[in-house]
């Protein structure tokens, strides 16, 4: 029979190895040991891999880098940045992108997953079909397009010429009152399938008992667009509105490959333009493009902030 | 027994000491003497360069045993972008392509002169100084060309032109043959921008070089003269009348360079094609693969001469694939030996020979074979008496002129996006000294 004294010693080692477990379980109690060794790598690449970069790309900016010698000049980069011409053509595409497009991208979303969800014939198959381009490359997406817009032989000036409509055949990539427009549309193509998963599966987890109210009182398809479904995904169409936004503010590899921001810069997006000053200028120097790179960067981060106040809504949905 | 099988031990032991000594004075001395280099080439789709490059390399493997070469081939725009990052980092190859126009390379010292590695009377005297820096030369130029005007012999005769015997059109004679093209509904000049920063200007300036004689011109490619000079202006309204009545393919801006050739001896067909002598590289590959019909009527005529033009006979040359040493390369004497051993007559004749383009290494026309035997003689004699201008507007053009160079007159001038007042303005403002 155990005495007094080992039944209490025997509860304690019992309550330091539930404490244990329970510090080991719960990542609220564990120690800074446990916390560093299950932090430490994913912050070791974090830090190596974007902050590193980031900080590094700010303090190259104050510098003139030619070979191997960086030159210290102050904020001279970030003045001649505000009196670059190419700079600002590259700046109102970008907004242009990023503020136009994304309503392309997530309306064409919305409208194919409607039609899924209205159960449009083969709909299995579209679903695929519309979502395959979201699998595809730039590089292939954007091969596909010039293929398309070809003057000579491509499809769309093809079918315009087939259906008598040959005097709006249009040099689509070569035109700079077309160009930009012709490459959102490619764009719009490859996202509106990721665009189209995300509103369906947004519209399928919406409140049947609404929906089934609102056929009760006759409600037709477009009212039932305009006050029901379309309020009720509000919340995840402005998600897919900014996701989009900030990927069009970055937007480099479509425009690279369909026109290296020609003709006449009709096309320059900040992203080219920065490649294009860090590689193709002739120079080592990285300072100047760090220093388009740093702005760009606390654009896009003001931007984020003053779109999230202005299109998130304070009152909040239940259901 | 102790000491015999001690001495026994001893005995074995040396024996497998000596072995092991030997095998690592063969194969480990073997391992270690053998050096590995890299080396990156352009011209992956271009089958006669290639087989140039690897026909050097193996003959020089063969010759050094103790270096070994690991070739690449990849596109130049990408040789560049990689070069780039990698020069910075002592991560580039111990050899790569490099053509002049890419001078920050030089500047930035990341190049090896090479004056102490090859012999340099195996260079034409002629390419050196597009290599040369402080009197030291930087590259092995192979590859050299001439800007020539090819034509369709057939479809130039079917719209009622004659190519006078001087093989040079007036002004007046290439703005009636761009018309006369066009009412045929035959394009007149095959050139596209899609993929090349160059061609668009070729016309323009070839036209500009004629009209003001090398003198000017250099001054014009310095920023030294406006672009609003009459002559100038003068010139760039004779080519913007060709552009208005339709001289280019309306896919002009979106037309790749190697589509532009298929374009102009495939389908549809085009009248001229301005182009490098490089020409060669894609037209004489196999039909099969996108290269020239075998009977098609290729004819060489002269770039037209300008009315009060200062040098009728000027015509552009200039250096293009060369190949450079990483100054921070760890294996020079493996890189430099390589070099030495394509740098001579012998293999400028090979280049001639196979590539059918001229060659910044000397050669000997007497031991040339060529399958294009024709071609060449024609090119010759294009060539022959005239007024050579080293250098292509890139060579000259820096940073923000030339990408103004680049988007205006590569592209928007020659595809009838800007008037010619609009064009001369944006290249004074990028590229005037003021």
Known sequence: MPDAISLRTTAKSGEAKASSRATLADPRRATRLVLAIFLGPALLVYCGLTAYPAFRTIYD?????????????????????????????????????????????????????????????????????WFTPVLLSYVVVAILWMWIYNYDWGVLNVMLRAVGL????????????????????????????????VCLAAIHSLPK????????????????????????????????????????????????????????????????YVYKRAFNWNTFDLGYPSAIATVWFLVVCAAVIILNRVLGSRERLEY | MTSIRGAGKTSWGRGLCAAIAMTAAMGGGHAFAQTEITMWSNWPDEPAKKEWVTARVKEFEAANKQCTVKLSFIPKADIYTQAK?????????????????????????????????????????????????????????????????????????????????????????????????????????????????????????????????????????????????????????????????????????????????????????????PDPSWFTGRAFAAPEKGGMPANFPLGIMKFPAMDKGACPNCKTLAVAGSFVMYSKGKNKDCAGALLKSMANAENGTKWISEVSLQSGLKSDPAKIVSPHKAYFDELNARNKDVTYFFGTPLLYYRAKCAETYIQVMNNAFPAGLISVADAAEKMDAACLKK
């Open chain 1, 61 to 129: 900016s104050f510098f003139t880098i030619e070979g191997m010698d960086a030159t210290f000049v102050g904020l001279a980069n970030y003045r001649d940045l505000m009196g670059d011409e190419t700079f600002w053509v590259a700046v109102r595409n970008t907004f242009i992108w990023s503020f136009v497009a994304p309503v392309i991208d997530v309306a064409t979303g919305l409208l194919l997953a409607l039609a899924l969800y209205a159960g449009v014939p083969f709909a299995r198959f579209l679903r695929v079909a």
């Open chain 1, 166 to 197: 040959g005097d709006l055949a249009s040099s689509w990539l070569g035109d700079p009152n077309l160009a930009l427009a012709a490459v959102i549309v490619t764009h719009a193509w490859k996202w509106a399938g990721f665009n189209m998963v």
């Open chain 1, 209 to 272: 008992e609404v929906l089934e109210a609102s056929d009760l009182d006759n409600c037709g398809w477009g009212a039932k667009l305009r006050y029901i479904i379309v309020p009720m995904l509000r919340p995840t169409l402005l998600s897919l509105y900014i996701l989009s936004f900030i990927g069009k503010m970055k937007v480099f590899d479509l425009v690279w490959i369909m026109t290296q921001g020609g003709p006449l810069w009709a096309t320059e997006t900040v992203s080219t």
């Open chain 2, 85 to 273: 990052s990698a020069v910075r980092t002592g991560q580039a190859p111990d050899i790569f392509y490099m053509e002049p126009d890419q001078p920050e390379f030089l500047a930035g010292g990341f190049l090896e002169p090479l004056d102490g590695y090859i012999d340099l009377n195996g260079l034409e005297d002629w390419a050196k100084p597009a290599w040369t820096s402080k009197g030291k030369v930087y590259g092995v130029p192979v590859e050299a060309y001439t800007v020539e005007l090819y034509y369709n012999k057939d479809l130039v005769k079917k719209v009622g032109v004659d190519v006078p015997a001087s093989f040079q059109l007036t002004q007046a004679q290439f703005t009636d043959l761009v018309k006369k093209g066009v009412a045929a509904g035959i394009t007149p000049v095959s050139q596209g921008v899609g993929d090349r920063p160059f061609p668009g200007g070729q016309l323009l300036f070839e036209s500009l070089l004629r009209k003001l004689g090398p003198d000017d011109y250099m001054k014009l490619l310095n920023g030294e003269l406006s672009f609003k000079d009459p002559r100038v202006q003068e010139v760039m309204t004779f080519v913007k009348e060709l552009v208005d009545a339709g001289a280019y393919p309306k896919s002009f801006s979106t037309l790749k360079l190697g589509e532009s050739h298929f374009y102009f001896y495939n389908s549809p067909g085009a009248l001229t094609f």
